[in-house]
């Protein structure tokens, strides 16, 4: 069974730029969250879709956004990059209900320059 | 809001010593789970403890769940190099998202 699959893995943007991540859930699994990860914030909870529909979100502005297609695979978008966005994005995806062990994909590193 | 935290942020210890890395929530948890993160890698799925006072054991860690579920504990017996990584705690309220500890970066001396 395939893990959870994230692209692109290493990305360099310029500030002001926007950033599209893409993540594939493990088969079968309908939700899925995202993460940042930085050295100084730990993980912190971005959102977390569920059949389309943003189940949960987190304390980011709304330069950060994200949706699910009906085939549960999902993608985040960040726009005017800033420098401080540099960070790895974790996809996590899960079965269904809250509760479930979640999954996290290999990440997408992302550089804002 | 829901806050978690963990501690101590760092440890290191000699092989063969214990580890123990210790979790705070605000607010009351339906749940809590325990993540590993090796060097370079994504964090890694360990346990999930649900009922209050429940401890489990995995060869050589042991997860408590405080009985009033606002807190938890890792301990590691005498540790060993594989070891190594950063352990995340990760509280959930009852329908709402997963709150990350900080993390304890374990380091262990050979």
């Known amino acids: 069974k395939a893990g959870v699959t994230q692209t692109p893995r290493y990305l360099i943007k310029t500030r002001g730029q926007q950033v599209t991540l893409s993540c594939s859930p493990i088969s079968g699994h309908r939700s899925v969250s995202w993460y940042q990860q930085t050295p100084g914030q730990g993980l912190q909870f971005l959102f977390e879709y569920f059949s389309e529909t943003q189940r949960n979100k987190g304390n980011f502005p709304g330069r950060f956004s994200g949706r699910q297609f009906s085939n549960s695979r999902s993608e985040m978008n960040v726009s005017t990059l800033e420098l401080g966005d540099s960070a790895l994005y974790l996809c996590?995806?899960?079965?269904?209900?809250?509760?479930?062990?979640?999954?996290f994909g290999e990440g997408s590193w992302l550089t804002v320059v | 809001g829901q806050q978690v935290m963990q501690i101590p942020q760092y440890q290191h210890v000699q092989e063969g010593e214990d580890f123990t890395t210790y979790c705070n929530s605000s607010t009351t948890l339906s749940n809590i789970q325990w993540y590993k993160q090796r060097p370079g890698g994504h964090p890694v799925f360990l346990i999930q403890l649900v009922k209050s006072g429940e401890v489990k054991k995995q060869k050589r860690l042991t997860f408590q769940f405080g009985e009033a579920k606002k807190n938890s504990s890792l301990h590691i017996t005498a540790t060993q190099t594989t070891d190594v990584g950063t352990y995340f705690c990760a509280g959930q309220e009852r329908g709402g998202k997963l709150i990350f500890g900080q993390g304890t970066e374990l380091s262990v001396k050979p």
């Open positions: 996590a995806s899960s079965l269904a209900n809250s509760g479930n062990t979640i999954y």
